[in-house]
């Protein structure tokens, strides 16, 4: 029972910026995916570049939480 308590502490904290990158990752990953299956050239175009304007998204949100994280070698400030 302490492990799973202690499991829970352990556990990154997700921020909005984590959750929008995976979001904006997912939504590339299903656009592509659309694309592929795409009939006509011009459709799979056009989710080819609303693949990489989502992938540009969640780019921004990468860089925002790269900032958050605290260098190599020193530890977070507890949030107690």
């Not at 190599?72 to 400030?77: K, M, R, V």
């Amino acid at each position: 029972m302490s492990d799973e308590i202690t499991g829970a502490a352990v556990r990154k904290r997700v921020t909005l910026d984590g959750q929008l990158l995976d979001h904006w990752e997912r939504e590339a990953r299903r656009l592509e995916a659309l694309a592929e299956g795409a009939r006509w050239s011009w459709v799979a175009r056009r989710l080819q570049r609303k693949a990489e304007r989502a992938r540009a998204q969640g780019a921004v949100f990468a860089a925002r939480e790269a900032a958050r994280r605290p260098p190599d070698g020193e530890t977070a400030p507890d949030a107690s």
